[in-house]
């Protein structure tokens, strides 16, 4: 079983960035795609990107596109998320997710089956 | 871009039946995938690939598929599946993840 463990809270001013870590345990690291999922307070859940690590492969939302930087060091089963800029409209909790897929005759499902506990960012002046 | 959209709210009594709907144009070519949310927690998977049912999750939770709606059925509701559920699928190109707005079930 997969089990991810996030970096703690984070208190942020406007217009600087952050920087959250995913370690995973269980599993094989350099196989895993690894997406990050957002949700601003009393707000519903927002996919940011995602990355294979093995070859480098990352994918980011189009909201998300200049702002938004993940990254992975297979040597400590480790993903990062990084995001710029910040807002007082960036503050929420910050989720990282096992991400698979299956590929059927009739239809393609892409999932999240792991996640990890949350980190809290909260950006104020 | 692609979206998913919910009902955001339901309301029904223990005991009763608590369908949740999610439409989007790509659900025919993808497969949707359902999660609860209680406060403070992370999303938890109920329903895969549109029926399936993982491993630990109680029978009273189900799914289907019809063009491009899929439903979430809770039947014989417990005041325990009060939560937000969410839908998420993917786009046509498999690329992007994509969840519904999110609905709040209340058990009256």
């Known amino acids: 079983q997969v089990q991810l463990v996030q970096s703690g809270a984070e208190v942020k001013k406007p217009g600087s960035s952050v920087k959250v870590s995913c370690k995973a345990s269980g599993g094989s690291f350099s196989s895993y795609t690894l997406s990050w999922v957002r949700q601003a307070p009393g707000q519903g859940l927002e996919w940011m990107g995602r990355i294979n690590p093995t070859p480098v492969k990352t994918n980011y939302a189009q909201k998300f596109q200049d702002r938004v930087t993940i990254t992975a060091d297979i040597s400590t089963s480790t993903s990062f998320l990084e995001l710029s800029s910040l807002r007082s409209e960036d503050t929420g909790v910050y989720y990282c997710?096992?991400?698979?897929?299956?590929?059927?005759?009739?239809?393609?499902?892409?999932?999240?089956?792991?996640w990890g506990q949350g980190t809290l960012v909260t950006v104020s002046s | 871009s692609y979206e998913l959209t919910q009902p955001p709210s339901v309301s029904v009594s223990p005991g009763q039946t608590a369908r949740i709907t999610c439409s989007g144009d790509?659900?025919?070519?993808?497969?949707t995938f359902w999660y609860q949310q209680k406060p403070g927690q992370a999303p938890l998977m109920v329903i895969s690939k549109d029926n399936e049912r993982p491993s630990g999750i109680p029978e009273r939770f189900s799914g289907s598929s019809s063009g491009t709606t899929v439903t979430l059925t809770i039947s014989g509701v417990r005041g325990e599946d009060e939560a937000d559920y969410y839908c998420q699928s993917t786009d046509s190109t498999y690329t992007y993840q994509v969840f519904g707005g999110g609905t709040k079930l209340t058990v009256l």
């Open positions: 997710a096992r991400t698979l897929a299956f590929y059927g005759v009739a239809k393609v499902g892409v999932w999240f089956d792991s």
């Open positions: 790509a659900l025919p070519k993808q497969y």
